[in-house]
């Protein structure tokens, strides 16, 4: 996946078609980065369990085949000029979009016995744990919510039999608007792939805000204790899954990230005051801990690779 990010990156720059109001080789680029790294950080909390499993190792090869088939149509259907997603408009482009539909079942199924395993496994202290046990929920929850891109739009649905596409990201504009930068989201109505992407990412964020609260133990004797880190990363959690249910309901309006309306705006600020009350309340110093005590252990205590390495990436 990152040899064909870069080959995929040389297309931005040989390549000028533009398909869908983006240039052509941008989706196969989003897609080879976010599944480079969505395999590193799955890689990583695996290599996390004391001991490996058949079924990790079957759940690991299955995530990793799902993302090449995947990859095949989407770079296919680049180089040959046509939309990989949503296209149903000859045969070949019908078939191509059922392959890629039923690869993301057998990825999300994947994910999802790996995070079973990590449910059943001890993953360092209780902090990491759940961390990563959380940050792989809300995955879950952001891979289902891609579905919701597969309604058919009200233009779709009057055209019936004639359509030549089914689904969408965008709701209440067409796809291919005005869009923001680097990510390529709808500036004018809204976007399905906001959800989504908060969703997946949480699969990096809490494992990376973890490790931010434990650079901070060395000058926060507050944070040296297991239980506030914990209390911390449950805050964090909640917060998300808050965010990506704020970034739904956005979405499903037709209301651009960056236009919110005043329902909007008051939902996030109940979030962020709850937020902010859950914060002070997990910094509390817990009955029986002892101020100034040692510094936190790091949860990294195997020899496996951060999930700092894993940037969040772009998703289409």
């Known amino acids: 996946m990152a040899a064909l990010a870069v080959v995929a990156a040389i297309g931005l720059i040989v390549d000028d078609r533009v398909l869908v109001g983006a240039p052509i080789w941008f989706k196969p680029f989003k897609f080879a980065v976010s599944f480079a790294a969505y395999g590193l950080t799955l890689a990583w909390m695996l290599a996390r369990r004391a001991t490996p499993s058949r079924v990790g190792v079957w759940a690991s090869h299955t995530v990793v085949a799902a993302g090449i088939v995947e990859m095949a149509v989407i770079t296919g ?26 690869t993301i079942v057998v990825l999300w199924v994947g994910t999802l016995v790996i995070a079973l395993l990590m449910f059943r496994a001890h993953l360092g202290d209780r902090a990491a744990t759940w961390a990563i046990r959380l940050g792989l929920l ?91 880190r914990l209390r911390l990363v449950l805050v964090a959690a909640g917060f998300t899954a808050a965010l990506v249910a704020l970034v739904t309901w956005q979405a499903l309006r037709g209301q651009a990230l960056i236009h919110p309306d005043g329902a909007t705006l008051g939902a996030l600020g109940v979030i962020v005051a709850a937020t902010t009350v859950g914060t002070f309340a997990a910094l509390r110093r817990p009955a029986g801990d002892t101020p100034g005590g040692p510094p936190a252990p790091p949860h990294t205590s195997d020899p496996a690779p951060s999930p700092a390495t894993t940037a969040p990436e772009f998703t289409a």
């Open 77 to 102: 259907q680049t180089v040959r000029g046509r939309r990989s997603h949503f296209n149903i408009e000859t045969p070949m482009d019908r078939a191509l979009f059922v392959v890629m539909g039923l």
């Open 138 to 228: 809300l995955a879950l929850v952001g891979l289902l919510l891609g579905g919701l891109m597969l309604s058919p739009t009200p233009e779709q649905q009057a055209a019936g039999a004639l359509r030549t596409a089914i689904g969408a990201h965008s709701v209440g504009i067409p796809d291919g608007g005005p869009s923001m930068p680097l990510t390529g989201w709808n500036t004018t109505g809204g976007d399905l792939r906001i959800p989504h992407f908060v969703g997946m990412h949480a699969l990096q964020a809490l494992p990376l805000f973890l490790y931010g609260i434990e650079a901070l133990a060395g000058r926060l004797p507050r944070l040296r204790s297991e239980r506030v």
